[in-house]
């Protein structure tokens, strides 16, 4: 599976932005999708995932109420919609996709890795 986030950008705190993570290659209603991120000098993170119908979601604490992953298996897509944005959520955002069931918030049980989406977010 070929993974292309895009979406990132610069927004003032409070502010919302909108992901996406295209893909490609292999049937993408098998796949559990995620997105991770890691800001300058931290290791990665969790922040969101889904599950492959859409059905089943789950967040890191830090993000519960103000992000929300979404698929649409028709495109192909997955979104994080992110509101209330705060200078500490700036960092390149990834998308990834699991061929394990349900959602997952541990990295190594991701097979596919998109490039990355920079997100900032000035105070």
């Known amino acids: 599976v070929q993974l292309q986030a895009s979406g990132g950008g610069l927004v003032q705190a409070g502010g919302s932005l909108r992901l996406s993570c295209t893909a490609s290659?292999?049937?993408?209603?098998?796949?559990?999708m995620g997105w991770f991120r890691q800001a300058p000098g931290k290791e990665r993170e969790f922040v969101a995932a889904?599950?492959?119908?859409?059905?089943?979601?789950y967040y890191a604490d830090s993000m519960k109420g103000r992000f929300t992953i979404s698929r649409d298996n028709a495109k192909n897509a997955v979104y994080l919609q992110m509101n209330s944005l705060k200078p500490e959520d700036t960092a390149v955002y990834y998308c990834?996709?699991?061929?394990?069931?349900?959602?997952?918030?541990?990295?190594?049980?991701?097979?596919?890795w998109g490039q990355g989406t920079l997100v900032t977010v000035s105070s």
């Open positions: 990834a996709a699991t061929s394990r069931l349900g959602v997952s918030y541990l990295g190594y049980e991701y097979d596919y």
């Open positions: 290659g292999r049937t993408f209603s098998n796949y559990g």
């Open positions: 889904i599950s492959r119908s859409g059905g089943m979601t």
